[in-house]
């Protein structure tokens, strides 16, 4: 998953990543939802 740029210049975002080659389901799924709140302006 790639965030475009416009997410990059007007959200700070912090994580921790498992050392592993695959996210777990929840958190792909997690991730995803963030991603999507955020194109829709949901996290302003």
């Known amino acids: 998953m790639v965030v475009r740029d416009e997410f990059a210049t007007s959200v700070e975002v912090h994580a921790l990543w498992k050392r592993q ?19 829709a302006g949901k996290l302003d």
């Open 21 to 39: 080659a695959q996210l777990s389901l929840r958190v792909h799924y997690l991730v995803d939802q963030l991603v999507s709140f955020a194109a």
